[in-house]
């Protein structure tokens, strides 16, 4: 259940990275770094975020448990690393249906954004929009975005619409995120996935 979570919540951060292109400059987000921290009702967690060229890498710290998440669209993979054990599971992803350019240019996809106020979010002056997701005219998302005005209206908070959920993205770097940072580290060994609803998979075992 807990591996379910994980992957629900990779796939979840690939929306929020999504979201915070809405708006923003087309060099913005394109390689850069930064903190995030999101707050729920099971309490605040933090991670380092790495993005470049439609790669993403998550670093993750919960209950003392290190773990990473690379997601690799051109080799339309996710990669879990637990990093106390060196081991990693590969998820397979139809990156058709989460690649974020594909989203931004799709026709079926509709966002609207409605501005509510100017406010201020970890120092940096932004405007605030209620902004809502729709595919072929249904609705699918919905929730609250932070543009900052001095980062190339580049979003620096997200809100879920029953506000149970919070991201703030901190300390925010452009360049400088290499190629590196997105390959799988030497000597971590490969797992096979748990069975999930929807997925292949079966007992998690280590490969030798």
Request: glycine share 8%; proline share 4%.
């Amino acid at each position: 259940m807990k591996r379910a979570m994980v992957y629900v919540a990779s796939i979840f951060v690939l929306f929020l990275f999504a979201v915070t292109t809405f708006g923003a400059g087309p060099d913005t987000f394109k390689n850069y770094s930064a903190d995030m921290e999101t707050t729920t009702a099971q309490g605040s967690f933090t991670s380092k975020i790495f993005f470049k060229d439609g790669k993403m890498r998550m670093e993750s710290n919960t209950q003392g448990r290190k773990s990473i998440n690379i997601i690799r669209p051109d080799k339309k993979v996710i990669w879990m690393l637990m990093v106390d054990s060196k081991t990693y599971m590969e998820i397979p992803v139809d990156m058709s249906k989460q690649d974020i350019q594909s989203k931004l240019h799709d026709p079926n996809i509709k966002t609207d954004k409605e501005f509510i106020a100017n406010e201020v979010v970890d120092k940096h002056p932004t405007k605030k929009y209620h902004l809502t997701i729709t595919t072929d005219g249904k609705k699918e998302k919905s929730g609250y975005i932070w543009e900052a005005t001095d980062l190339g209206n580049f979003t620096v908070k997200y809100e879920s619409e029953d506000k149970k959920m919070t991201t703030v993205w901190k300390n925010i770097k452009t360049g400088g995120v290499t190629d590196s940072v997105f390959e799988l580290p030497a000597g971590y060994k490969k797992m096979d996935m748990p069975a999930m609803p929807g997925m292949g998979g079966g007992p998690m075992k280590q490969k030798r």
